[in-house]
């Protein structure tokens, strides 16, 4: 079945670039989400790419995605303490709309000052 | 809207207690999904329904484990009996229909942490 694959923590220091990176398994995802999960909250979508594009901008987000090596990156651009939280990478199982996310198991970022 | 409201937040039990676990998904929303979160799994996808109508509920682990959504607004899942580790968070997301334009985003309840002792 479809996979997908997350480093489990990182740790920046405050104005520093963040990288979490992502792989999965499903070439047939239209597209690839990265969530945002705060202490004690639920998920929220931080931003998406399709997958007919390689890179996606979003003020301090940049989405990287290789197609060909299945892999997907997020970089917080001067990352802040704010920033910490978990983040998940996801694909939609089966392509096209199902519905259904196949979710990665969580990257913990931790921002020191 | 007030986004998908679930309850309780907290439920602290005993082990062979029956648990019912609610949700209310943003209105308009026709996709329901109950998540579970632990540290050891990750986050699963438990169950999920269109229109009310379960589409995939491979990921429930047991029989101990069901769900309904009898209409549109509201959705249960309960556990009976329950165990020491079925303790995890326990989510509801929902999602506006599939159609053009739709990314596929899902929106997350807060959660409902169970403790079963």
């Known amino acids: 079945g479809e996979d997908v694959e997350q480093s489990l923590f990182l740790s920046v220091r405050e104005g520093d670039s963040s990288v979490i990176n992502c792989t999965y398994t499903?070439?047939?995802?239209?597209?690839l989400y990265w969530y945002k999960q705060e202490p004690g909250a639920g998920l929220q979508l931080l931003t998406y790419?399709?997958?007919?594009?390689d890179m996606k901008q979003d003020q301090r987000l940049t989405v990287l995605l290789n197609k060909k090596d299945k892999h997907l990156s997020l970089r917080i651009a001067d990352t802040q303490t704010g920033d910490s939280a978990i983040y998940f990478c996801?694909?939609?199982?089966?392509?096209?709309?199902?519905?259904?996310?196949?979710f990665g198991q969580g990257t913990t970022l931790q921002v020191k000052p | 809207d007030a986004g998908v409201i679930q309850s309780p937040r907290h439920e602290v039990t005993e082990m062979g207690q029956e648990v019912t676990l609610r949700c209310k998904p943003i209105s308009g929303h026709d996709y329901l999904f109950w998540y579970r979160q632990t540290m050891m799994r990750g986050l699963e996808l438990l169950i999920y329904f269109n229109n009310n109508v379960p589409i995939d509920d491979s990921g429930m682990p047991e029989d101990r484990f069901s769900a309904k959504m009898p209409n549109a607004s509201f959705s249960t899942l309960k556990i009976q009996p329950s165990e020491p580790r079925d303790s995890a968070v326990y989510f509801c997301a929902s999602a506006p229909p599939a159609q053009g334009g739709n990314t596929g985003e899902l929106f997350f309840g807060e959660g409902s942490r169970l403790t079963v002792l």
């Open positions: 499903d070439s047939s995802s239209t597209y």
């Open positions: 790419i399709f997958s007919n594009m």
């Open positions: 996801a694909e939609m199982e089966g392509g096209g709309n199902t519905g259904k996310l196949i």
